[in-house]
């Protein structure tokens, strides 16, 4: 990658997006990082803020969006991703998908830039096929509480495809799984960030079910890498799928992190959310023969990882507040 790439990241303040950024800067890219801090903050990327070619911008993408310069990819990344998060803001998910999509689609255009589209597994819905292949369609409820972003994502990937067809773009769809890692927020609902912050705080473990649902992580470098492999894999339209196949039940995943943060929490059971789905593994042949890209953290090492940031921000956090009493 040359000295003189430039790469707009939508979303860059937010969890995936920051390590985006800070790897493009690594690789040479300069960075423009869009986001209206409705999920994400800029605390996420207040270290690269002040580094040689990166600059932040305060917008939402569901408005007017216009950056002068060439632009060489745009990683349209804005989009709430948690459940708690987008239960919470359903119109503001389902118009970044649409409006925000268009508009990050027309960047690309004007910049005659490679557009990569943040998608997700999300799209197989409840899958009836396993492990989840990019040629299955999904089983997904439209009216679902969970299809504001379900069908955003979905949309967002008929967008991209109608905009590759209709103006010859170069543009690439990646499926994401779950990811996890430094910069989740401790309240953001999803599961790991969750489990952590409990076990770390000494309160019950609350699993959803019984626990026995199936989910497959994948640490955020590995992730980030399968990404960028996508980025500069210029031609390739996907969808691809990034994600690890290390398959594990939601009950295991909990009893795991409590081992990792020395805790001797209780586990307990919880409501299951409405249209959950019951097993996720990525089949991760397409990324390895399109990308010769594959996962290489092993969930114990990724999970330790990310219990020590979490155990930092948490020591942080109260040393800020006692300095404030
Ligand atoms: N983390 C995962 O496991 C995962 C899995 C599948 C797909 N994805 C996709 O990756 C992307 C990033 O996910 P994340 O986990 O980093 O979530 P995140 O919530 O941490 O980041 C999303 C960012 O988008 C910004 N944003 C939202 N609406 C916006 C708007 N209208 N204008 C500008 N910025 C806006 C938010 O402020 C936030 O900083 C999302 O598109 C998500 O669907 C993530």
Redesign the pocket.
Known sequence: MSAARRAVV?????????HLCERLLDTGYSVVC????????PE?VAHLIGRRGFRLVE?????FVHIPGDVDLVL???????PV?YLK?PL??L???GI?TLHALGLAREKGARFVL?????VYGDPLQHPQREDYWGNVNPVGPRSV?DEA?RYGEALTTAYRNTHGMDTGIV??????GP???PH?G?AIPTFIRQALNGEPLTVAGDGSQTRSI?Y?DD?VAGILAMAAARGEPGPINIGNPDEMTVLALAGTIRDLAGSDSEITFVERPENDPAVRRPDTALARDRLGWRPEVPSDRGLRRTVAWFEELFAENREREEAAV
Request: glycine letters at 14%; hydrophobic letters at 30%; aromatic letters at 10%.
């Open positions: 939508t979303g860059g303040a937010g969890f995936l997006g920051s869009m986001d209206n801090f409705l999920t994400g903050g996420n917008c939402d993408l569901t408005e349209h990344f804005a989009s709430a991703a948690s998060d803001l503001e998910t118009k970044v998908g925000g943040a998608s997700t597994s999300e972003y994502k499926r994401i799984f779950n990811t996890y910069r989740m927020r953001d999803r994948c955020v992730t």
